[in-house]
């Protein structure tokens, strides 16, 4: 297996506002008694703003290549965007709570993919030759597969307790597919 990536890091505080961001660029190939390897390749990008350890986003977008789909079919584009609230770090909060030292607030929302399928190459036909040796035909092409999509969300909550001595975490999650 060759596993390559190369990443830009960016982050820096300015008084209240902290601001992060990230490129990314990946590759797989793997050879597993094969003719030919398996390929699998992104591109990745992220970037977050936090004000006062208080108000939180973060955005992101994936552009993923596989190669069982048809060139034209090939990459898929995933964004994603998050928020988030420390309720626990305003003033009004800590003063007339002060034994729950967390309550955190966060949402996210975003677009992932799955390249997974029984055939390598959907958009080429397959053939096996049986016992018999007749031939059959084991998957027929399809040049329009792509990636499968699924549309998430999470809505979630953390809290602590006396100083953090107790927390936890409680996410709503949904998920439908496209």
């Known amino acids: ?53 208080k108000y939180l986003v973060e955005f992101n977008v994936g552009y993923t290549g596989s190669e069982r789909f048809a060139p034209d079919n090939r990459f898929g584009f ?48 397959s053939y096996f030759k049986d016992n018999g040796g007749y031939i059959h035909e084991a998957f027929v092409a399809n040049p329009y597969a792509q990636w499968e999509l699924a549309h998430k969300r999470d809505l979630g909550f953390e809290l602590g307790f006396f100083k953090n001595v107790f927390t936890f975490s409680v996410d709503l999650f949904d998920e439908q597919r496209e």
């Open 78 to 125: 995933f964004p994603s965007a998050a928020v988030g609230w420390v309720v626990s770090e305003e003033a009004f909060f800590k003063n007339s709570v002060p034994w729950m030292s967390k309550l955190k607030l966060r949402y996210s929302d975003g677009l992932v993919g799955s390249d997974y399928a029984k055939n390598r190459w959907l958009y080429e036909d």
């Open 1 to 53: 297996d060759l596993y390559y990536e190369m990443a830009l890091n960016y982050a820096n505080t300015f008084g209240k506002h902290s601001i992060s961001g990230l490129a990314l660029f990946n590759r797989q190939q793997k050879n597993s008694e094969v003719n030919f390897p398996y390929y699998n390749e992104g591109l990745v990008g992220r970037a977050t703003y936090d004000y006062d350890h």
